[in-house]
């Protein structure tokens, strides 16, 4: 069992930074492949970023490549994303997941889940 604890977001300016941080219970967080996900008001879930092992087998979605950065300590049991040069269609509700798919797109495929925390991005 993994509990997992969003934090970071709030509102910026378009072209600012914010970081994010997902806190994980348990003592097998090392063990998960850890994931970013977002929902904009009004849309399904997104895929954002994925990472396996600390700078080992990260991924990102098309919209935030060369912008965001997900890293992850093992020994803090967090993992983090750092959001560079945001835009207004960045805005959304974005959450933490772990699961066992390295690489993993689908929000399906992730077995736990944070509760969110809201980035809204004014233009």
């Known amino acids: 069992q993994v509990q997992l604890v969003e934090s ?6 378009a072209g600012g930074s914010l ?3 997902c806190a994980a219970s348990g003592r097998t ?11 904009p008001p009004g849309k399904e879930r997104e895929f954002v970023a994925t990472i ?10 098309d919209s935030v490549k060369g912008r965001f950065t997900c890293s992850r300590d093992n020994a803090k049991n967090t993992v ?3 959001m560079n ?3 207004p ?10 699961g066992r798919m390295v690489g993993s797109r689908y929000p399906h495929e992730y077995s736990y889940w944070g509760q969110g925390t809201q980035v809204t991005v004014s233009s």
């Open 8 to 13: 970071g977001g709030g509102l910026v300016q």
């Open 19 to 21: 970081r994010l941080s």
């Open 29 to 39: 967080f090392s063990s998960y492949v850890m994931g970013w996900f977002r929902q």
């Open 52 to 61: 396996s092992r600390p700078s080992v087998g990260m991924y990102y979605a």
């Open 80 to 82: 983090y994303l750092q």
């Open 85 to 87: 040069s945001l835009k």
């Open 89 to 98: 269609e960045d805005t959304a509700v974005y959450y933490c997941a772990a």
